[in-house]
Nanobody, 119 residues
Framework: QVRVVESGGVLVQPGGSLRLSCAVS????????MGWYRQAPGKQRKLVAS?????????DYADSVKGRFTISRDNAKNTVYLQMNSLEPEDTAVYYC???????????WGQGTQVTVSS
């Protein structure tokens, strides 16, 4: 079972930047899926950004964060990042990391990290 731990969530002012980290217990070099989701109060959890590795590597972003958020990885540190720029109050949510080692196994989720965008 892959363990996932998110960190980096804080209170930030609108227009600010923040980088979230997702530390994974195993090697992420060949992980099938690595993604960031978020869940605002009273709303469903939704995909924010992801990296999918199958025959090729694909990146996917929610329309609301395109051009502002960037997902990246550091294989040496087994860590997935979410760089968030030009933050808006609507970005306030608990952010979760999801890891799936292959397409045939269950996913692993972290406990989440709170991001609050407010002046």
């Amino acid at each position: 079972q892959v363990r996932v731990v998110e960190s980096g969530g804080v209170l930030v002012q609108p227009g600010g930047s923040l980088r979230l980290s997702c530390a994974v217990s195993g090697s992420i070099f060949s992980m099938y899926f690595m993604g960031w989701y978020r869940q605002a109060p009273g709303k469903q959890r939704k995909l924010v950004a992801s990296i999918t590795q199958d025959f090729s590597t694909g990146y996917d972003y929610a329309d609301s964060v395109k051009g502002r958020f960037t997902i990246s990885r550091d294989n040496a540190k087994n860590t997935v990042y979410l760089q968030m720029n030009s933050l808006e109050p609507e970005d306030t949510a608990v952010y979760y990391c999801k890891i799936q080692s292959t397409k045939w196994v269950a996913s692993s989720w972290g406990q989440g990290t709170q991001v609050t965008v407010s002046s």
